[in-house]
């Protein structure tokens, strides 16, 4: 199971960090993934982490946010900078094989 938070409203230019915290020993060694849902739009890809610690970017957010995670924490970071009107979306976190229910995930909306 897994919880996402830290949105909120913010500023364009601004910045936000979400958190995921995951139950479930099996997801220490899981490659994990940000996903996210802007209103009429489908469920994208925004940035995943193997469980060595390689990264993966959508072309729209490479430079701009950067996805952590901590094993021992079993929680996965992602660091959100230089937002703008366009990253407006729901934020979820789950595997890459999205294996685990979605949740509510956490919204972010960022002003002009």
């Known amino acids: 199971q897994l919880q996402a938070s830290g949105g909120g409203l913010v500023q364009a230019g601004g910045s936000l960090r979400l958190s995921c915290a995951a139950s479930?020993?099996?997801?220490?060694?899981?490659?994990m993934a940000w996903y996210r849902q802007a209103p009429g739009k489908q469920r994208e890809l925004v940035a995943s982490?193997?469980?060595?610690?390689?990264?993966h970017y959508a072309g729209s957010v490479k430079g701009r946010f950067a996805i952590s995670r901590d094993n021992v924490k079993k929680t996965v970071y992602l660091q959100m900078n230089s937002l703008t009107p366009e990253d407006t979306a729901v934020y979820y976190c789950?595997?890459?094989?999205?294996?685990?229910?979605w949740g509510q995930g956490t919204l972010v909306t960022v002003s002009s």
């Open positions: 982490i193997s469980n060595g610690g390689s990264t």
């Open positions: 789950n595997t890459m094989s999205r294996s685990q229910p």
């Open positions: 479930g020993s099996s997801l220490s060694i899981s490659a």
